[in-house]
């Protein structure tokens, strides 16, 4: 038993130690918790999307401030809450871990790692949502983003800094183009951002692995609140990916961040806005649910040399019902983004792949975001394109056509085979250049539709052994000089003498 001189001893070393700091925090009482949702009384001093603390470990999102009461969305497992529970404000608006040491990790909208690869070092946080750069902050998007998916990179081209719409209905191609997209950043110094929002963990699991086995994941992170995950959660994911992506742009860094889907990020938001009792609008969806969508757009930029001269470039993904792109969300996200990728179902069964109509396809940056040599090539490309689109419809009525009508058709049939390519296979700048020049300047015009696919392939395999220098020579100057047009014509000229498809093998 203690003595009364050491108990006196005791108690002087701890005031001698004793370090006080005062510390303000609102106290609240929940009155009402279900669904996910809790109602709390007494926390006049909270912010809007402040973190409330529910004891426990478990935090919740200050959502609606009403008269007398805050309704707060439960961020993870709400059943341990009670009526009578106390609440405390955190002062801290809601954030989520961002750094380098997420790279390759695979983690939830509050950046705990699920991965099972261990805890995540980093001490860096951001708010998940935060106004968007200025006008002034911002600069000219002129810089491209190659997606190594020759039709977009031609035809409907992506700029870093841009918000690029991918569309179309379930089954047609519109996550392949994003994972391709990211798995050609490789090398690029463009770290990755992939958001997954309300898919099966299984589906979230092949793409880790894909991007694992092509070496993608070293310059990539996935940020997922699967199917099985809160409301809650998916309304919060795509916020803190963004976030996440803003702390590389915001040191001069370049990212890419894919919202996979903002349909699915849509039908969250209503479900949490309808329990938390915001009145329902159009289709039920609440009345600020394009101003959801265009601040969290808005946040990809390329911003001005004075600020760091970073870029964070948007690759969201929404899903269609039967290629209705007029619906309330598809037409809400067209109109905030600079352009959109549409994939049709016809397309794709037809095995055109990637299944890209390149009729209502468009780029609202185009040019500007492509190197001189691929916009030298396009141009031409796109209006071949065109001619074809407008005569297939007409040549299905009649056979009696004419040898020019005849000519652009066979140019056409060979153009589109040629903008075919298979998944995970993303083709290098210079390379696309090469066999869209061959496209648009007759030298396929003799090959069988057939083998057009292997005539790329055997040009591809020539450009890397016997052809290095022409390749080189586009990479390196970045436009056809006349030269470099002039040695390329040369190349395809011995390669189509070296070369030949007479007929289907």
Same mark, same amino acid.
């Given at each position: ?45 909270c ?57 390759g990790?695979?983690?939830?909208p ?37 997606? &190594? ?21 379930r ?50 992170? #996935? ?12 309304y ?9 992506g ?92 600079? &352009? ?30 492509? #190197? ?8 031409r ?18 056979s ?17 085979e ?83 498809y007479?007929?289907?093998?």
């Amino acid at each position: 038993m203690a003595t009364t001189s050491e108990i006196t001893n005791i108690i002087t070393a701890q005031i001698k130690g004793f370090q006080g700091h005062a510390g303000s925090a609102d106290v609240g009482t929940v009155v009402e918790i279900g669904d996910g949702i809790a109602r709390v009384h007494g926390l006049a001093g909270c912010m809007a999307s402040e973190l409330l603390d529910f004891g426990d470990g478990v935090f919740g999102l200050a959502f609606n401030l009403e008269e007398d009461t805050v309704s707060a969305i439960v961020l993870g497992d709400y059943t341990g809450i009670k009526e009578g529970g106390v609440v405390r404000t955190t002062g801290r608006i809601v954030e989520t871990p961002v750094g380098d040491a997420l790279i390759g990790r695979v983690v939830d909208p509050l950046g705990r790692p699920v991965d099972g690869k261990g805890p995540i070092a980093t001490t860096a946080s951001r708010p998940a949502d935060v106004v968007a750069p200025g006008v002034i902050m911002r600069k000219n998007v002129d810089t491209p983003l190659q997606t &190594g998916i020759k039709a977009i990179d031609a035809m409907i081209p992506i700029g870093r800094g841009q918000r690029e719409l991918i569309i179309g209905d379930r089954q047609t191609g519109k996550t392949a183009v994003a994972i391709d997209a990211i798995i050609n950043q490789k090398g690029t110094g463009v770290i990755c951002i992939y958001v997954a929002i309300g898919q099966k963990e299984s589906s979230v699991a092949k793409i880790v692995a894909t991007l694992e086995e092509h070496g993608a994941m070293e310059h990539t992170i #996935v940020v997922i609140a699967g199917s099985s995950s809160p409301a809650t959660l998916q309304y919060l994911a795509p916020f803190s990916g963004c976030a996440m992506g803003e702390f590389f742009r915001d040191r001069g860094g370049n990212a890419l961040v894919v919202y996979d889907d903002l349909s699915k990020h849509a039908w969250a938001y209503r479900q949490v806005s309808l329990l938390t009792r915001r009145p329902p609008g159009r289709e039920a969806y609440p009345g600020d649910v394009f101003y959801l969508h265009s601040r969290l757009l808005e946040r990809a930029a390329r911003l001005s040399e004075e600020n760091g001269g970073g870029s964070l470039t948007a690759l969201p993904i929404i899903e269609t019902q039967a290629n209705d792109i007029s619906a309330y969300i598809p037409t809400n996200v067209i109109s905030i983004t600079d &352009g959109q990728i549409f994939l049709e179902t016809d397309l794709f069964n037809q095995g055109i792949r990637p299944a890209i109509n390149v009729g209502i396809s468009v780029s609202r940056v185009g040019g500007d975001a492509q #190197v001189k040599a691929m916009k030298t090539v396009s141009g031409r490309l796109k209006l071949d394109m065109a001619q074809f689109r407008e005569l297939a419809a007409f040549a299905q009525f009649g056979s009696d056509l004419d040898k020019v009508t005849q000519a652009q058709l066979r140019r056409g049939e060979r153009l589109t085979e040629i903008l075919k390519q298979h998944q995970y296979g993303p083709v290098p700048v210079e390379k696309q250049v090469a066999i869209i020049f061959a496209g648009t300047n007759g030298f396929l015009d003799d090959v069988p539709v057939a083998r057009v696919r292997d005539f790329e392939r055997d040009l591809y395999r020539s450009m890397d052994t016997q052809a290095q220098g022409v390749g080189a020579a586009i990479k390196k100057e970045g436009k056809l000089t006349p030269e470099i047009e002039k040695s390329l014509r040369a190349m395809l000229d011995e390669f189509k003498k070296a070369h030949s498809y007479a007929a289907a093998a």
